[in-house]
């Protein structure tokens, strides 16, 4: 009885506390509370999974920062040339959100100028910018990717290259190396160069000691010059003490930094040795191969960007060191003769004739870059060079 008692009053007790309206507020907040707690919780949860998927689940390699190293065949920060690696880094880095550090590297600091194409196709670094026709030596296509004399210009380059099936040869020629190639500027068309002699026919090439390298030095020799190799950190003292009578450089944004104004009479155009080259940049196939899918898509994008951008500057900056030249320095402008000019072009067909019959993968991409060159020819006799003759009536 007395236990049955205590039950009773254990639960009248007990509903007592319910049943009592001044404990309603205490029970409400109980209720929010530990309702708080649980959401709390489960929020705190929700995030922290979805933080573990993408650390650990399929997307991991979206968080990771790449910190890639680019050696390049130029002086840090050179005018125009060396720009383009720091345009090319500075916007994978944005638009990566930082997720893709290249760090450049000029001529020297981490390898030899000469030295970029082996560092890159060996993994020593991941990326590389300079010139496909610096490794002729090793890859006898490879001057057509850059360009070549009475090839095509700037503009043509890149139709060649992005819409002509240039590209896919180029892949092609750097598979075997371990690299894909992209490219990654264009300088428009050159200067023919720094003259100390006046050329008035083709007689005047005949023994002229001039700094042109690459097909194009072997054209001039084929024409009766003699083309020598030099450093772009000698040219000004060769000029000066007679080592060599001319030098090609690059154009009037180039050459004026150079200072070779100078140290030569005349100046002379057009840069028919160097009509619109195209710089590159190299990446090891397997860097290139670990990256997720979104990051090769901005090295595209990047280096697409870079390729018109150094194009944009020395069309813009060009003129401006001409006009410096001409009107502040008293350079003197000159055009080559017609008749200089026809035998070079001679000159060139027989040594680019010669050239891709000695290597089959040089003759195979030689056609394609040549029946690219006759069509463009074609539709820029009534496009382009119309249109610029018209300007000039
Ligand atoms: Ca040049």
Redesign the pocket.
């Known amino acids: 009885m007395n236990t049955v008692n205590k039950s009773v009053m254990k639960k009248g007790t007990t509903m007592s506390i319910f049943a009592n309206g001044r404990y309603y507020p205490l029970v409400i907040l109980i209720l929010v509370a530990a309702l708080m707690t649980v959401t709390g919780l489960w929020a705190v949860d929700r995030a922290s999974t979805q933080g573990d998927v993408l650390v650990e689940g399929n997307n991991s390699q979206q968080l990771q920062t790449y910190h890639w190293k680019m050696v390049t065949t130029w002086p840090k920060n050179l005018p125009g040339l060396g720009r383009a690696p720091e345009t090319f880094s500075k916007l994978l880095d944005e638009m990566s959100n930082g997720r893709l550090k290249v760090h450049v590297y000029g001529a020297g600091e981490l390898v030899p100028a000469m030295g970029v194409f082996d560092a890159v196709s060996e993994g020593v670094v991941e990326m590389g910018h300079g010139a496909a026709y610096y490794w002729k030596g090793k890859v006898p296509a490879a001057v057509f990717f850059t360009g070549v004399p009475f090839g095509l210009n700037a503009q043509e380059m890149n139709g060649w290259l992005h819409y002509g099936g240039g590209m896919e040869l180029w892949k092609e020629v750097y598979e075997p190396f371990n690299l894909v190639p992209l490219a990654g500027g264009n300088t428009g068309v ?1 200067m023919a160069g720094w003259f100390n002699t006046e050329l008035t026919s083709v007689e005047d090439l005949q023994g002229l000691k001039m700094r042109i390298p690459g097909i194009g030095g072997e054209v001039f020799n084929e024409a009766g010059g003699t083309a020598v190799t030099i450093p772009g950190g000698e040219l000004y003292t060769s000029l000066q003490t007679g080592v060599i009578d001319a030098t ?3 154009a009037p944004y180039n050459d004026l930094a150079l200072g070779l104004h100078e140290v030569a009479k005349y100046y002379y155009y057009p840069g028919w040795h ?1 009509p619109g080259s195209t710089l590159e940049i190299i990446i090891n196939s397997q860097a290139f191969e670990s990256l997720p899918q979104d990051l090769r898509v901005m090295v595209k994008a990047a280096a697409y960007t870079a390729n018109q951008d150094m194009l944009d500057e020395y069309t813009a900056r060009n003129n401006a060191a001409l006009q410096e030249m001409i009107n502040n320095h008293g350079v003197q402008l000159r055009k080559l003769p017609d008749d200089v000019l026809r035998k070079l072009k001679e000159s060139s067909a027989i040594v680019l004739e010669d050239y891709a019959a000695a290597d089959p993968l040089a003759g195979k991409v030689y056609e394609s870059f040549t029946a690219f060159r006759k069509s463009v020819i074609e539709y820029h006799h009534i496009s382009e060079q119309a249109y610029i003759n018209a300007r000039d009536l």
């Open positions: 050159q090609e450089w690059v160097e």
